[in-house]
């Protein structure tokens, strides 16, 4: 310290005793306060000479006539920088300011006359060090230079050397006085600091490095290169040096650049390679393979980070041990501050061995907390991937038993309950271990006394037993309700457009609330439950400080200050561990329960490795070989689903598979996929396979990655594929054409497109062999008569084709035909000679026959007949029709040519307004939470009026414990010989008195937190839930379920501006960080439940490891911004904690220096009590604050939900129809003008037209002409921007939703039924009676399949996946016609049966609607061919509407092409 003998005489920090030679001599007292005055003008005056002189010579200077412009880099290299060697400078400069005002406080508390000389000293110093502190900085930032300054660094050199001469004339003064000063701390505390300037002066480098850029290089070029160089790939905390990780420093880029701007996910570097989801999973794995698969999940987990489970164990170690040196030695300062004068030189070496003990503490709990959440995030990671895996691989039995929403619960729920278990797993031994330490303190504190606290604190921990039981319990009941609610939930927002036709949404709302109040229920008792353990943990420090010190009045122990104190700050440390306690329990309790659902989840049976034998290509000729097949989807079932299968298909054929509605067709493809279980035989599989399903599985992305599938991108073979499919033109019609994101579960794609996207995908793939589930079904006449000839024919002529149809049109082309019946194969061979057997197959072909004749009896005879070659890849899969004229066929050949003309002129659409994608990045807010977010939450539960009196429980509370703890400390004396102000009786019976309204505060404060927190939520879903179900059909097509499926008083204000600029500086970047993380939990369940739902898919085109590689990169892209989250988070309680810690040295040394009659000693102790435990309570406060904002995330999230746009009312009370509203059907459009968007293209351009009541209308027309439209503008799904629908003179928009939708029926095209029983299926609302259902059932074909599958209480699987895609149209056939509406819609409603259940069925809807209006969009021209009107749209308008008969007199026109066409393709089958 620069202070001199004769300025420390003036400040009386000396005592007036004889001083040596040197002290007494004149020479050198002003010697040494020259010493400590003049270097410092020296030194500004060097700085600033040379720093205007260079300014000058800048000025004169003439302007270069080029300009080199220069730009740098930073990137962090060493701890050692020039950020630490600035805040060296500023801590000096703080330092002196601190002592500038200390001085004149300390001559008004000795009441001694002031002395400026002294004070100017340390104006000096403290401007000395503001000027060094400013040219450091400058020296970097503003002349960027890579060293310091040759000036700087020697005067730092010679500080040091001052500073030692100094402190070591101060420590030979102490020897003579025997007596410490204040000055001496503040020299050693200054010597400390310089000694690290004198580190960085001999180094020499700042710690940063620069790359340079002259603008006279390739600018654009180089400097994207180099900012491409320089952006972070992985975190660097990867290559941070020793000190960095220790200081968490590696984290200061990113909150720079969080400081800047909100941070994006790409700012975020990836974490660390032993923290990604792939290495983690591995070694789950390898872990799994070794240990078996009936072994204990919580032992692999345990085994995968076994080393930082280890790290973190000495950590907890180290803290515990440093916890307890306060309480042990706090006794021995109290009598230090009783005794200054004799004990003041240990009362300093306490204060640095308090210091040294928190800056271990704190850097362990720092690292502790950091490698905890690194478990964390591998568990997680691990666990994730793993369910991940096994979802892929489920057999299809097992598949039933687990829904995709418990599998995704699994993901969501239970996998962050078991990582959670990661900041517990110490606790076993830990635990015990502080409970030891505290004992002993105790016990040598309070002697025999401190048995009875141990015998408290037992008596405590063992109340422990039946909370662990009724709080397992009652999280298995949660997790049970949870589940159902999740599944239910799932299922409702997959299905809601059709919950929305049929005006079902408010009883299905119904049913996801009253699941959730039956698991609110449990809920509730749980968190009364947790109120109740919590407050017995809260209390129990005190309880435990009640008897113990009840017990020292009993037994005789003396009470002391420094005896009391020990006891209280143990206790308060003991707080924690006892208070985790109820955590711990909880933690254990919802853990159990995960592991066993995940480990049930995990063993569960998969697909049969063996069920497919692959065989080399080159050791057979044939591409598939079953041989005495027995197999079925329940091996439990007595009768199995295919039987007796003997099939043997040659490389290259061409097999056409048929049958009536579940006869096993599809289950016959997947016996070659291996999908379902062999009970007996082989499959032999030669070659690669592709799959294309019957219900089309579109995963959401772009259509390009769609029809890639995880191939390279050939531009010839894309191209050709998407012209054989006729997809080019589709996608002229798109906004961003094959870069267009498609929707989840391809939202905004047609059935048709969705299909032939599947079908581009399997072509592009160039497999060996291909399987097709009935594909053309959903495509028009044309488009399925291109992609036979183009595709089937054409690209994969020379391919093995295995083909499921019903299109009996398609069979003639096959070089092998399978007639299926009862999962059976009843015939084989090639059309020929099937047909001449007269038996099933003659059913089906008649079937379409008859179908055919109605087209001629319409037309008078005017049969439209041709020859169509289906060419193949060779000469010998070539046929004709015989007997056919040339004139013709000519005529056909024109009106082919007609139509594709047509098609073209179609298909030019206006391109120039084109729209964002449909599906965008989740909305995230940017900045500050706003304050509506936080009143949002607290009024969601009793409108607030809680709050204050949780606020007031708890102050009261911390009052009431300050208050007792005070009264303590002030009514014991500080020596045993003194006398104590009052009795022991009253002194105990005060603070019990106290410690029970503690008590008492705390428990109400619990309930009522409990309380406010459960209402709050209960609320929020419930308001959330209203408001989705409310959205219109347009959030759901755009916003993936994932989404919608998871913040000394000098002294003190400095410190706490300090820590309100850290709170500041971390905050914006934390913020972003958690708003991320929620954001990127998203991607990860959709991705989960696309697979899971297209895991047939995946697994025939064997892409089981890209998706499985997906997954991994979407978990690692959400550990990444939690990984810095959590480390930005120890970097603000790191710095937070060593100012507390300066805080509590700064004030031990002061009261060690202050005069005796300034503060009590006893309170002083108590101060300094508090003062242990300051750093955790000011780290706590900010990271409260912070994790307040950052919590509230999550109800900002909800809050965006609360704000979507509402669909028009349900009901309008003062429009409502009357009951029997529609009566007659009769549906009026006038100029009806429909947008998807305010800045799209209309779709519907003013079209008007009637469909009389009680008629059957038609609605034809090529793909994207506007017939769904049409239909969802009719039931409102999207409303007209113009023009009006009138049903029996009632304008639609004028009538509530509900009272719109509940009056029509639809039976849409993809085919819908929920988790349930028949029953359910058929009447989800409860109106009809078994024997109405029954008589439904027998109506659609369905009777006798419902009466094999246990009657009307059979069990429906998820989506139901038991039943067949045939059986699933009819089921939605049952329910209208349960309904009876007068206005039915037929919307593609008999793609997915045959010809002969379709004439079944099209005859009982024209018996059973007779009076109703009927409007059929069908691509089986003789559906529509039946109505009495036709409809025919074009490009959004009408073109053609007539009845069939007289449009078919037109030659020319659209509707007779679209007949022509059909006639054109079936006529292969009527000519034979």
């Known amino acids: 310290m620069m202070e001199s003998i004769w300025a420390k005489q003036l400040l009386g920090l000396g005592e007036d005793k004889q001083r040596g030679e040197l002290g007494d001599s004149i020479f050198g007292v002003y010697m040494r306060f020259a010493l400590a005055i003049v270097p410092h003008p020296v030194f500004v005056v060097s700085l600033i000479l040379p720093f205007f002189w260079k300014r000058c010579r800048v000025c004169t200077q003439e302007p270069k006539s080029s300009v080199l412009i220069t730009t740098y880099s930073k990137k962090l290299q060493y701890v050692i920088t020039y950020k630490m060697a600035l805040l060296t400078c500023v801590s000096l400069l703080v330092l002196y300011c601190i002592l500038g005002i200390w001085s004149p406080l300390y001559w008004w508390l000795r009441a001694r006359p002031k002395d400026f000389g002294a004070e100017g000293e340390y104006v000096f110093q403290a401007m000395a060090w503001a000027i060094i502190s400013a040219y450091a900085y400058y020296s970097l930032l503003k002349e960027s230079k890579e060293k310091f300054p040759l000036l700087l660094r020697m005067w730092w050199i010679l500080l040091l050397i001052l500073y030692a001469f100094f402190l070591f004339l101060n420590i030979h003064e102490m020897k003579e006085q025997n007596h410490i000063t204040l000055s001496i701390v503040v020299e050693i505390l200054a010597l400390f600091l310089s000694a690290f300037l004198g ?51 590696w984290m200061k880029p990113l909150l720079d650049v969080g400081h800047k701007k909100p941070l994006d996910i790409d700012d975020v570097p990836q974490v660390v390679d032993v923290h990604k989801a792939d290495h983690v999973y591995r070694k789950f794995r390898n872990q799994l393979d070794a240990k078996g698969s009936g072994s204990s999940i919580a032992k692999i987990l345990f085994l995968i980070v076994l080393k930082d489970v280890l790290f973190t164990g000495l950590l907890i170690l180290i803290r515990s041990c440093s916890s307890y040196i306060g309480p042990y030695f706090i006794d021995n300062f109290v009598q230090c501050l009783a005794k200054k004068e004799q004990f003041a030189s240990e009362g300093i070496i306490l204060a640095f061995v308090f210091l040294l003990a928190k800056l271990v503490g704190s850097l362990s709990e720092r690292h502790l907390t950091f490698t905890t959440v690194h478990i964390c995030i591998c568990v997680k990671a691990a666990l994730t991937a793993a369910l991940y895996k096994k979802g892929l691989m489920l057999s299809n039995q097992a598949r039933q038993k687990h829904t995709s929403g418990e599998i995704i619960n699994y993901m969501s729920v239970d996998a962050q309950r078991i990582e959670e278990l990661s900041w517990y797993v110490h606790d076993i031994w830990a635990v015990p271990l502080q409970i030891l330490l505290a004992m002993v303190i105790l016990y040598q504190t309070l002697g025999l006394a401190s048995l009875a606290g141990v015998a408290a604190t037992v008596l405590v921990m063992m109340a422990n037993s039946p909370l662990v039981k009724m ?20 299922e409702t927002l997959r299905n809601m457009r059709i919950l929305k036709l049929q005006a079902w949404e ?86 159990k329960v995960s592991l066993d659902r995940i480990a049930d989840f995990l063993n569960q049976e998969e697909l049969q490795q063996d069920a497919v034998e692959k065989v080399s290509k080159d050791s057979t000729d044939y591409a598939i070989e079953i041989q005495e097949g027995v197999f079925s989807w329940d091996p439990a079932a007595p009768t199995p689903t295919i039987r007796g299968l003997d099939v043997h298909i040659r490389k290259g054929i061409r097999v056409a598979v048929c049958g009536t509605v579940g006869s096993g067709k599809s289950s016959f493809l997947s016996c070659m996929l291996g999908e379902i279980s062999k009970m007996s035989g082989v499959v032999k599989i030669s070659g690669t396979k592709a799959y294309v399903s019957q219900s089309p599985w579109i995963p959401s992305g772009k259509i390009r990655d769609n029809v890639l599938f995880g191939k390279e991108w050939d531009k010839t073979r894309y191209e050709s594929v998407l012209q054989a ?48 589930d009935d594909s053309f079904s959903a495509v028009d006449a044309h488009t399925g008569t291109h992609i036979f000839q183009e595709c089937l024919l054409g690209i994969l002529g020379s391919k093995t084709v295995v083909y499921v149809t019903h299109q009996v049109e398609f069979l003639f082309a096959a070089d092998l035909i399978l007639v299926m019946r009862d999962g059976e194969i009843t015939q084989t061979g090639k059309y020929e000679d099937i047909l001449q057997s007269n038996t099933h197959f003659e059913e089906l072909v008649g079937a379409h026959k008859k179908a055919l004749k109605s087209i001629d009896d319409m037309e008078n005879s005017e049969i439209l007949s041709s020859q169509v070659l289906f060419e193949g890849s060779s000469t010998d899969k070539k046929t004709s029709v015989k007997d056919v004229n040339h004139e013709k066929l000519q005529k056909a050949q024109k009106v082919h040519e007609e139509i594709e003309s047509q098609n073209q002129r179609e298909n030019e659409k206006d391109k120039e307004d084109r729209s964002s994608q449909l599906v965008q990045e989740e909305e995230r807010e940017k900045g500050r939470v706003s304050m509506w977010v936080y009143w949002s939450y607290i009024s969601a539960a009793y409108k607030g009026a809680l709050i204050p009196i949780i606020l007031l429980a708890h102050t009261v509370f911390e009052l009431l414990q300050i208050g007792s703890n005070y009264w303590i400390a002030w009514a014991t004396p500080l020596t045993e010989d003194q006398r104590p102000p009052v009795t022991k009786s009253f002194l105990i019976l005060v603070y019990i008195t106290l ?127 939690r990984f810095h989250k959590n480390g930005a988070l120890q970097w603000l309680c790191f710095r937070l904690d060593l100012l507390s810690n300066l805080i509590v040295v700064f004030t031990m040394v002061l009261l060690l220096c202050l005069p005796e009659s300034v503060i009590n000693p006893s309170i002083a102790g108590l101060a300094i009590t508090y003062g242990l435990t300051l750093n955790l309570a000011q780290a706590l406060l900010i990271r409260y604050l912070c994790n307040l904002e950052n919590n509230m995330i999550s109800v900002e999230r909800i809050v965006q939900y609360l704000r979507i746009p509402s669909e028009p009312p349900l009901i309008i009370d003062n429009c409502r129809p009357n009951s029997c509203w529609p009566s007659r059907g009769t549906i009026d459009i006038t100029n009806l003008q429909v947008r998807y968007g305010p800045h799209l293209p209309l779709v519907l351009k003013g079209i008007s037209c009637t469909f009389p009541g009680g008629k059957n209308v038609g609605i034809v027309g090529r793909t994207g002409c506007g017939k769904s439209t049409l ?151 003789p559906s529509v061919c039946n109505s009495d009107l036709v409809l025919v749209l074009s490009d959004g308008n009408i073109i053609e509407y007539d009845s069939p008969t007289k449009l078919l007199e037109n030659k020319s026109s659209s509707f007779a092409k679209l007949v022509s066409e059909y006639t054109v393709r079936s006529i292969n089958v009527d000519g034979k």
């Open 506 to 591: 408010s009883r299905f709302l119904l049913k996801l609330e009253t699941l959730r109040r039956e698991e609110c229920g449990w809920l509730k008792k749980y968190f009364y439950a947790l109120s109740v353990t919590t407050f017995i943990f809260w209390g129990a420090p005190t309880f435990v400080s009640v008897v113990s010190f009840g017990s020292c009045i009993i037994l005789g122990v003396p009470l002391t200050t420094g005896r009391i104190l020990s006891a209280l700050a143990t206790f308060k440390i003991l707080q924690e561990p006892i208070n985790s306690l109820p955590d711990f329990i909880s933690v254990i309790a919802q853990s």
């Open 199 to 249: 580190y960085a002066s001999f180094c020499g480098r700042t710690g940063e490095s620069f790359l340079t850029q002259s603008i006279e290089e390739p600018l654009l070029n180089d400097v994207s290169e180099i900012s491409e160089n320089l952006k972070p790939k992985v975190t660097p905390y990867a290559t941070a040096s020793f000190l960095s990780r220790m200081s968490f420093s």
């Open 995 to 1121: 410690a029970l309204c503690s008590s008492l505060c705390i428990l109400a404060r619990t309930i009522l937190l409990c309380l406010t927190g459960f209402e709050s939520a209960k609320q929020l879903f419930s308001k959330m839930h209203s408001c989705i179900f409310r959205a219109p059909t347009s959030f759901f097509d755009a916003t993936p379920t994932g989404r919608i499926l998871n913040r000394v008083f000098i002294m003190f204000i400095p410190v706490l501006a300090i820590c309100i600029w850290y709170q500041q500086y971390y905050i914006v970047t934390s913020r972003e960080l958690s708003r991320l993380i929620g954001v990127c939990k998203a991607p990860i369940i959709q991705h989960f439940a696309e697979s899971i739902s297209g895991a047939a898919t995946i697994r025939s085109f064997d892409q089981e490891t890209p998706f499985m590689n997906r997954n991994l990169h979407l978990i690692d892209g959400s550990s990444k911004p």
């Open 471 to 490: 709080q397992e319990k009652y999280n298995e009941k949660i997790m049970e309700e949870k589940d159902k609610r999740m599944k239910a939930t799932s």
């Open 1271 to 1421: 239909i969802k503008s009719l039931f409102r799904i999207v409303d007209p921007v113009g023009g009006r629908i009138v049903i029996d003179g009632i304008d639609i928009l004028t009538i509530g939703l509900h009272d719109l939708r509940s009056t029509l029926s639809i039976i849409p095209q993809d085919p819908t039924m929920f988790d349930g029983t028949t029953r359910n299926n058929l009447d989800p609302l409860g109106d009809y009676s078994d024997d109405q259902i029954q008589k439904a059932l027998e109506k659609c074909q369905l009777g006798e399949i419902v009466r094999s599958k246990e009657k009307l209480d059979s069990l429906v699987t998820e989506n139901g996946e038991n039943w067949s895609m045939g059986q699933r149209q009819l089921v939605c056939l049952g329910r209208v016609l349960l309904k009876q509406s007068r206005v039915l819609v037929l919307d593609e409603a008999t793609a997915s049966v045959d010809t002969a259940t379709d004439g079944l069925i099209q005859q009982t809807i024209r018996n059973q609607f007779t009076d109703c209006t009927v409007i059929t969009i069908a691509h089986r021209i």
């Open 725 to 772: 499919c006729a997809f080019k033109k589709d996608l002229e019609l798109f906004p961003y054409g094959d870069q267009t994101e498609i929707g989840e579960r391809g939202i905004n794609l047609s059935g048709g497109q969705k299909q032939r996207i599947q079908i581009a995908r399997a072509l592009y793939q160039d497999a060996d062999i291909y399987l097709f």
